[in-house]
């Protein structure tokens, strides 16, 4: 019951920008600090941008520091993640996730992270 539902994935040159969303239904989503994590085939999923409930704190692997923003809009059950100045190295299917528990900050490792989507794919062409 509880999901969790990305999209916004697509294809993009390099130096180019998206916007990934993530609506959350069947949870207490003002009360989640939610992730968004990416993976490759073969690869373990990696941590990428955090925010707690309320937006105060945020967090960012520091590859994606001063390109990528996460925000969320509670009255929407909706997270974002801005994607600018994409590199191809940049390319996996991006997840968004909620916590296991209420009112946390951090942990930020997958294994903290209850709720997960299906995923959303990116692409960057160089």
């Known amino acids: 019951q509880e999901q969790l539902q990305e999209s916004g994935g697509g294809l993009v040159q390099t130096g180019g920008s998206l916007n990934l969303s993530c609506v959350a239904s069947?949870?207490?989503?003002?009360?989640?600090?939610m992730g968004w994590f990416r993976q490759i085939p073969g690869k373990e999923r990696e941590f990428v941008a955090g925010?707690?409930?309320?937006?105060?704190?945020?967090r960012y692997v520091d590859s994606v520091k001063g390109r990528f923003t996460i925000s969320r809009d509670n009255t929407r059950n909706t997270v974002y993640l801005q994607m600018n100045s994409l590199k191809p190295e940049d390319a996996a299917t991006y997840y968004c996730?909620?916590?296991?528990?209420?009112?946390?900050?951090?942990?930020?490792?997958?294994?903290?992270?209850?709720?997960w989507g299906q995923g959303t794919q990116v692409t960057v062409s160089s």
């Open positions: 996730a909620a916590d296991r528990f209420n009112y946390r900050v951090g942990p930020w490792n997958p294994q903290a992270f209850a709720y």
């Open positions: 925010i707690t409930w309320s937006g105060q704190n945020t």
């Open positions: 069947g949870l207490s989503f003002g009360r989640k600090q």
